[in-house]
């Protein structure tokens, strides 16, 4: 913008409205951060014919700048989808789209293993609003079939569900939530794009089936540093998506630049980190599995887990699955070992870190409590205490050595 009357302004205002632009044609590897609350017009009719739903143009930073328009489209790249909408956590992802697409009189419905904070948003807030929840068995298709009412408007799906891990039939989900009308939204943090396609699952004759919805925790794999909170409302259907960013706007979400430049610079390596968290885990999961002290494991990439051949079958066929399973597990510590030694085998690991989230650099470890966390425990977990573990990034023989000296405490 060119200003005359600039050098007879005071300092005060030409700091402020310094005429200087950098010469364009500017590249670099990374994308420029651009951050804003407000956006300047160029007029008032540009002010007043601005439309802040597409991403024709800015209007206001809520409503997006370049920097989160950029993730936006590579984050629809990640997923397969079209339209992509930052929230500033995974859980709000979780609730943008309850709060956008139930009303007063629906019932949503929830796996027996979702993540918790979705069912308690489900059984407070959405219960003060008068939507109904009812909690549906993961590995039961005609469960969830029966479960399907006059009411239902939402189911989510897991794959695999939150601590337990068990992977369902996600194929024949999808299929019986489209033959009833209803729509499905998938929790896919796990997945993270890498591990399966959400718009594009395979499923034989009659063509690949889609979620209508995928919701994904950016806090996890896409930041991958453990620093960042975001997440991320993908779909594949321009009406939906309208509906989706209304609440988005009424509900005054956005995110933070810095943070959005933090996921962009993360995501290129996305693909790496994660096949190297799945070997890892793997590993460890094996490794454990021949424990005494274990009796069981939760992977749905491990035989004998609770899903494994929907896995093997979603996930299992390029390159025989590898790189095709997070970095996550758990394992049922065996039911002769009191709270208080598994307590005490969770504090002896020295290099899993006791903490919440994954998906970064550093290996973490959950004792939980399954039987305060679910409807009903189901017969195919062994007795015991769940311990979860996320593989972080480090040698994978420094962290079994870890595990070794801590079963050893547990012991004691
Ligand atoms: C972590 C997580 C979330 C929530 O993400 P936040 O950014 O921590 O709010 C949602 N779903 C799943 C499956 C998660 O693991």
């Known amino acids: ?22 010469p364009p044609g500017f590249q670099a590897p990374q994308p420029a951060v651009h951050k804003a609350s407000t956006v300047i017009f ?16 800015y209007t206001y930073g809520l409503h997006g700048t370049p920097t989160t328009f950029l993730l ?31 009303r007063a009189g629906d019932e949503v419905l929830l796996p027996d293993n979702a993540y918790g904070p979705n069912r308690a948003l489900s059984a407070s807030l959405l219960a003060q609003w008068g939507v109904r929840h009812t909690v549906y068995d993961p590995m039961d298709l005609a469960d969830l079939e029966a479960k399907i009412g006059a009411d239902t408007r939402l189911v989510w799906l897991e794959a695999p569900g939150s601590v337990t891990l068990e992977f369902p039939d996600l194929v024949g989900m999808l299929r019986l939530c489209r033959a009833r009308g209803v729509l499905a939204a998938l929790d896919n943090t796990w997945g993270a794009g890498l591990a399966f396609d959400p718009f594009a699952l395979p499923c034989g004759d009659g063509g690949p089936v889609a979620v209508d919805v995928s919701v994904h925790a950016l806090t996890k794999y896409p930041s991958g540093g453990g620093d960042v909170l975001m997440g991320s409302v993908v779909t594949h259907d321009a009406d939906l998506h309208l509906k989706l960013k209304l609440a988005h706007m009424h509900l005054g979400l956005g995110v933070g630049a810095n943070d959005a430049e933090a996921v962009l610079r993360a995501l ?4 790496l980190r994660y096949r190297a ?21 939760l992977h749905p990439a491990l035989p004998g887990s609770p899903g494994h051949a929907h896995w093997q079958a979603l996930c ?6 590898e790189g095709a399973a997070a970095g996550i597990f758990s394992v ?15 504090d002896a690991l020295r290099l899993f870190k006791l903490g919440y989230s994954w998906g970064g650099p550093m290996s973490l470890v959950v004792p939980y409590d399954i039987r305060s966390m679910r409807s009903s425990v189901p017969a195919y977990l062994a007795a015991g205490t769940v311990v979860r573990f996320s593989v972080g990034l480090e040698n994978v023989d420094d962290l079994r050595a870890d595990l070794a000296q801590a079963l050893e405490v547990l012991d004691t």
Not at 268 to 271: D, E, L, Q, R, W
């Open 1 to 22: 913008m060119n200003l005359p009357h600039l050098p007879e302004a005071a300092l005060a205002t030409r700091l402020i409205h310094h005429d200087y632009e950098p």
């Open 42 to 57: 160029p007029n008032v009719a540009a002010m007043r014919a601005r439309d802040w739903k597409d991403k024709s143009g």
């Open 72 to 102: 936006e489209e590579r984050l629809c790249a990640l997923e397969g989808g079209q339209q992509c909408l930052l929230v500033p956590s995974g859980l709000a992802a979780i609730a943008t789209v309850s709060l956008a697409l139930l």
């Open 268 to 271: 290129p390596s996305i693909g």
């Open 277 to 297: 968290h799945d070997r890892g885990a793997r590993v460890l999961a094996a490794w454990l599995a021949q424990q005494p002290a274990v009796a069981q494991v």
């Open 316 to 321: 299992g066929s390029a390159n025989g699955g």
């Open 332 to 346: 049922v510590l065996d039911a002769r070992y009191s709270q208080a030694r598994v307590d005490a085998f969770c």
